[in-house]
């Protein structure tokens, strides 16, 4: 008898404390709908079992972080840390380092991958936090150190997919998580370009309590509502939008060519139409560039005869007038007619001028030391050497020139379609860099992730094949 009312005891527990802790649940919710909007609301709730199954898989951290990266980049938590709100992006990628870590300090049969690729980055990055330090002379707040913390934490990405990616599948997967995050994005800003300059405010707006601006929300060419509006998205600026669309486009296209493509066809031409449509709407015309660079790099190695019917295809697109808006807008720039291309020569002009008078190492990363310079250009090298001067420049230079070398004398020997996709969009980022800063841009730091864990994915490929390579016997 005794047991028999234990055992009833116990089956009434479970479903009350079920039930108690569902109650408790939702009261918190409705506390945090409340007191911090339902956008938060949900992002904490989902960021429990998130961080519950981060513990089984390093994994989880990183597709959040791409998640987070490709559909809500600027948003940030309401809580005040160091004496500034941090944003999801440094929350995620710092839980994804942090995962890995745990990981290496626990796991003794876990070992590092040390590479020359892996040294030049080591030595870039620390040089760069020596070009912040000089530059705090010319004043650098709070508010610039927390900037600097999160753009070192985007570089710390490169060396997080170095040693989280060692075999193909895994890369593969990484490089399928982008493309299904760039494809959402650009599925936003293609519904919301279809509602509208007003209906795009009207949802946008709704994101200034969470970090956005309240600003320039919808955008137009040449910042004119009497022009075509830019497809923006949840990504705040048309340009960067365009670049991180032009590294999901890119890849996308590469895993339609690919033999390692696990889902169905349908799906990847969805992905590369979605990503292409998005970014020729943001009038970016250097993703168009950067798009255009590493599509053709992937066609000419894996479907060369497709070449002439493009270009019959381009020619008869011309003809018929379909698309005049962009073909005017990118012959604009071609000719530095518009307002935006000038702006862009004046931007250089000025970046000459100031690493003439600041060479070596440049000006840091804060306001320029002189009101006669103005901060900031289009074009990552020039934004390279004007904070961190030509040493800093030629370390980049040094780092991007060993990696490609080695991908492209990899690529010989193995002839491997995921090596060549994320190659290619690796070429496409350094094409967009000579025209756009946002790979490289302290405040877009969603983009400078994107373009480390790119750069993270050719590395990373080039060892899994030159392994490869090793184990067959094929000689270097």
């Given at each position: 008898m005794a047991l028999a009312s234990v055992g009833r005891e116990r089956r009434w527990a479970q479903p009350v404390a079920l039930t108690g802790a569902a109650v408790l649940v939702g009261l918190l919710a409705g506390w945090l709908a409340v007191a911090a909007g339902p956008l938060i609301t949900f992002a904490l709730l989902a960021a429990v079992p998130i961080g519950v199954a981060a513990l089984r898989s390093v994994w989880v951290p990183v597709a959040a972080l791409v998640a987070v990266a490709t559909l809500l980049p600027f948003l940030v938590l309401p809580v005040s840390a160091g004496g500034g709100r941090p944003t999801l992006f440094e929350v995620t990628a710092a839980g994804a380092l942090g995962s890995y870590l745990l990981i290496l300090v626990i796991d003794r049969r876990e070992r590092l991958i040390v590479r020359p690729e892996l040294v030049l980055w080591a030595l870039f990055t620390c040089y760069l936090v020596f070009a912040f330090t000089l530059g705090a002379r010319f004043g650098a707040g709070a508010d610039l150190a927390r900037l600097f913390g999160r753009f070192m934490l985007a570089f710390a990405l490169f060396w997080l997919v170095v040693q989280l990616v060692r075999t193909r599948q895994l890369a593969l997967r990484l490089v399928e998580w982008i493309v299904a995050g760039t494809s959402a994005a650009a599925a936003i800003g293609l519904l919301l370009y279809a509602g509208g300059a007003s209906a795009t405010f009207r949802v946008l707006i709704r994101l200034v309590p969470y970090g956005y601006p309240d600003t320039r929300v919808v955008r137009f060419i040449e910042d004119n509502p009497a022009n075509?509006?830019?497809?923006?998205?949840?990504?705040?600026?048309?340009?960067?939008?365009?670049?991180?669309?032009?590294l999901g486009f890119v890849l996308a296209v590469g895993l339609l060519f690919s033999r390692d493509r696990r889902l169905p066809l349908v799906l990847h031409l969805a992905a590369a139409g979605l990503t292409g449509l998005a970014m020729l709407l943001t009038f970016s015309r250097g993703a168009w560039v950067g798009g255009l660079a590493g599509a053709a790099t992937i066609v000419w190695y894996r479907a060369r005869y497709l070449v002439p019917f493009g270009l019959l295809a381009a020619l008869?697109?011309?003809?018929?007038?379909?698309?005049?808006?962009?073909?005017?807008?990118?012959?604009?720039?071609?000719?530095?007619?518009?307002?935006?291309?000038?702006?862009?020569?004046?931007?250089?002009?000025?970046?000459?001028?100031?690493?003439?008078?600041?060479?070596?190492?440049?000006?840091?990363?804060?306001?320029?030391?002189?009101?006669?310079?103005?901060?900031?250009?289009?074009?990552?090298?020039?934004?390279?050497?004007?904070?961190?001067g030509l040493v800093g420049l030629v370390l980049f230079g040094l780092f991007c020139g060993v990696v490609l070398v080695r991908a492209v004398k990899v690529y010989w020997q193995a002839d491997d379609d995921l090596l060549l996709t994320c190659g290619a969009a690796f070429v496409a980022a350094l094409t967009v860099g000579l025209v756009d800063h946002y790979f490289f841009n302290i405040r877009f730091v969603h983009t400078v992730g994107l373009f480390w864990i790119v750069a993270g994915l050719v590395v990373a490929m080039s060892n899994i094949n030159e392994a490869s390579c090793q184990e067959r016997g094929v000689s270097r």
């Open positions: 075509p509006m830019r497809a923006v998205g949840t990504g705040v600026d048309p340009n960067a939008f365009g670049g991180m669309l032009m008869a697109v011309l003809a018929v007038g379909v698309g005049a808006t962009f073909v005017q807008r990118l012959e604009a720039g071609l000719r530095g007619e518009d307002a935006a291309t000038i702006q862009r020569f004046e931007e250089y002009d000025n970046a000459l001028a100031l690493i003439r008078a600041h060479p070596w190492f440049g000006i840091g990363f804060g306001d320029p030391p002189s009101a006669e310079f103005g901060a900031g250009v289009s074009s990552i090298y020039f934004l390279i050497a004007e904070q961190a």
